[in-house]
Nanobody
Framework: QVQLVESGGGLVQPGGSLTLSCAASGTIFRIGTMAWYRQAPGKQRELVAAITSGGNTNYADSVKGRSTISRDNAKSILYLQMNSLNPGDTGVYYC???????????????WGQGTQVTVSS
């Protein structure tokens, strides 16, 4: 099986920063694209940022220029550093990982359990 464990969420004041982490473990042969999504109260889950296995990144317009997604391939950890946080960044942040558990397996997507980020004074 595969486990994705997120950490780093919490209560942050407007203008503050935080770094989220997502550690993948279990039976993993190869990890492809890793991504962060967020879901604000009453809204649909949306893509925040993604990074391919080769290191190519893309960001939602709402976080572009103040967020950095990165990954440690050796440790199978995904990061999201966010700066200049505002109340619009509030939500539950989920990591999503595309991976193969074994050679010749199909690539499947897995979700973490989510970590709450609240931006408020």
């Amino acid at each position: 099986q595969v486990q994705l464990v997120e950490s780093g969420g919490g209560l942050v004041q407007p203008g503050g920063s935080l770094t989220l982490s997502c550690a993948a473990s279990g039976t993993i042969f190869r990890i492809g694209t890793m991504a962060w999504y967020r879901q604000a109260p009453g809204k649909q889950r949306e893509l925040v940022a993604a990074i391919t296995s080769g290191g190519n990144t893309n960001y939602a317009d709402s976080v572009k220029g103040r967020s950095t997604i990165s990954r440690d391939n050796a440790k199978s950890i995904l990061y999201l550093q966010m700066n200049s946080l505002n109340p619009g960044d509030t939500g539950v942040y989920y990591c999503n990982v595309a991976l193969m558990q074994r050679l010749y397996d199909r690539q499947s997507h897995y979700w973490g359990q989510g970590t709450q980020v609240t931006v408020s004074s």
